[in-house]
């Protein structure tokens, strides 16, 4: 079990173990106690309680007891899966669970699925009609998006029955949750109906489907270089319609599912994604293109492809003080407004202190003047010269000094707020949350 471990943690490194109290993470939990020493990383261990079954918490209690005789630090979590209900019971489950992951502070969650459990997976995503990404099944070791951390499952290669042999061997002790009997839940029905009738036929089965799982994982990096290079030819923030169909409906799709995922978005549909390209090739020049889903919003606008968070309603008369830092964080907007120091350059920071520094939400009629030779100019009239897409102008926070406007961020500063040279100067930026800061993946 070590020789998953090893390789891809490093000397000092924070572990926190995704523990549930089941046989697979109870054996995990021992040889992670064995190799801390030598390996030299801090552990824990993390048990969330789902709140489904009727023993959830006697579970915690039994992680709580199994932990306190190691002296292995154990964070409880409760969670509430009412929210994700569409999912399905385990879908809910699974996206509450990664959403504490997400909050830990660790170089690496570590995970106890095994070989069966990848069987499993890429059978399910197949009966699914799953393509590449979702048959390349479970990843020894990825990103969890949104934080500094890698999931690590270094028990992908081993199987359930040699994971019981050294659980029984140490004479360790684990729960058993009473629903993986129950085969009316997919999972259980393939696990004890019909891999055994698989396996009389097929012996190898569940070593030769976690095979073809990592052939499939092969050919999703190959697919994933092949998107990053169309994402780059596409523009990046927002894609280039025009380069986008010269690419091919295949290209194409592959390189939307690659864009979504590394915004933090859950995958779209292989019929969205159909959907979406017919409309892209179908419609005019200024025919509003939108598909939208939990917290996001697909938009066109110039030949642009836009991927932004859902809009949020705020009133005209939103306002919000700055008070001085270096960052103002803004919810209600969906961002944070930076304010970098800078010598001789940005907003005049001596004048900014003449009146209290307001953030405000645009009304209509603004003008700003961003240069001495040149009249003022209506904020309308410098969003359509710039190509500010529509949705984008009146979510836009403003910077007001007294009654003055002083900064649209991304537009431009009052030119008689800005910094002369030598002076202390604030470069303002807006920076909206991507939508893997508030939508953790799955």
């Not at 001085?324 to 900014?352: Q, T, W, Y």
Request: aromatic residues 6%; positive net charge.
């Amino acid at each position: 079990m070590a020789a998953g471990i090893a390789p891809a943690i490093f000397p000092g490194a924070h572990l926190a173990l995704g523990l549930s109290g089941g046989i697979d993470s109870v054996a995990l939990l021992s040889v992670l106690l064995e190799l801390a020493p030598a390996l030299q990383f801090s552990l824990r261990a993390v048990h969330v309680n789902h709140g489904i079954s009727p023993n959830a918490a006697r579970w915690a209690e039994f992680c709580t007891e199994l932990c306190g005789k190691s002296n292995t630090p154990l964070q409880l979590e409760s969670v509430d899966i009412s929210s994700y209900r569409d999912l399905g019971l385990e879908g809910a489950a699974r996206r509450a669970r990664y959403e504490v992951f997400a909050r830990v502070d660790a170089d690496f969650i570590v995970l106890a699925q095994h070989r069966d459990d990848q069987a499993e997976t890429l059978l399910l995503r197949l009966l699914r009609g799953a393509g590449p990404r979702g048959l390349a099944a479970m990843s020894p070791s990825r990103s969890l998006a949104g934080t500094r951390a890698r999931l690590l499952r270094p028990l992908l290669g081993i199987s359930r029955r040699d994971i019981a042999t050294y659980a029984r061997s140490r004479g360790l002790k684990w729960v058993v949750d009473e629903s993986n009997v129950d085969t009316l839940r997919r999972r259980n029905f393939l696990r004890h109906e019909v891999f055994p009738l698989i396996e009389q036929r097929f012996p190898a089965a569940s070593v030769t489907i976690a095979r073809a799982a990592a052939h499939l994982a092969e050919a999703r990096e190959l697919l994933d270089a092949m998107a990053q290079t169309d994402l780059e030819s596409c523009g990046g923030i927002a894609l280039d319609i025009a380069v986008l169909h010269r690419l091919g409906e295949a290209r194409a799709k592959n390189l939307v599912r690659y864009w979504c995922e590394a915004r933090g978005i859950q995958q779209l549909s292989a019929k969205r994604i159909t959907e979406l390209l017919r409309q892209l090739r179908e419609s005019g020049y200024d025919s509003r293109v939108s598909l939208a889903g939990p917290g996001w919003v697909l938009l066109r606008y110039r030949e642009k492809l836009y991927l932004e968070p859902a809009a949020k309603t705020v009133g005209r008369d939103f306002s919000e003080t700055w008070d001085g830092g270096n960052a103002l964080p803004l919810l209600a907007l969906g961002g944070v407004l930076k304010f970098k120091p800078e010598e001789g350059r940005g907003l005049s920071l001596a004048k900014l202190r003449a009146d209290p520094v307001t953030v405000r939400m645009r009304k209509g009629g603004e003008r700003l003047r961003l240069d001495h030779r040149r009249p003022r100019r209506t904020l309308k009239n410098l969003f359509q010269e710039l190509g500010v897409p529509p949705w984008y102008r009146d979510r836009l926070p403003l910077l007001f000094c007294g009654e003055h406007l002083v900064s649209a961020p991304g537009v431009g500063d009052a030119c008689e707020f800005r910094a002369t040279p030598g002076e202390a100067g604030l470069i303002v930026t807006w920076e909206p949350f991507d939508a893997r800061d508030t939508q953790p993946k799955g």
